[in-house]
């Protein structure tokens, strides 16, 4: 199992959870971006810089992902992906997408993108504070103690 991290929007304190997290189970962490980061040196972690562009981290992360690897994104349609792989996805906010809500969450996705695109705004996610820190950390922590045995 592997962890792949798409990095571009991921909240630096979520990386630093990971970072502590791939050390402590000793578990492979890539985290793919399309501009340059700083990663602790460490033979869990890994930085894959990719090209800018739509959708390419997303591609690369899809394309390099096994059955059974974690997804760390915010970005439904990745996560939906990697469920349709057989991965998990986890989004920075402590929320598992899975099987039984990934396509509730695309007809959500997109419908608030028609709405966008016809000039609503239709606001954005809640404020990330330590309240959803501590949810992302107890569910990757949950997460890990279950399939890192």
Known sequence: MEIWVDADACPNVIKEILFRAAKRVEIKTTLVANQELQIPGSPYLDFVQVRAGLDIADNYIVNHLQAGDLVITADIPLAAEAIEKGAFALNPRGEFYDQGNIRERLSMRNFLNDLRSAGVDTG???PF????TGA???QLDRFLTKHCR
């Not at 504070?129 to 959803?132: D, F, G």
Request: aromatic share 10%.
């Open 124 to 126: 954005g996610p809640p």
């Open 129 to 132: 504070n330590q309240r959803v």
């Open 136 to 138: 992302f950390a107890n």
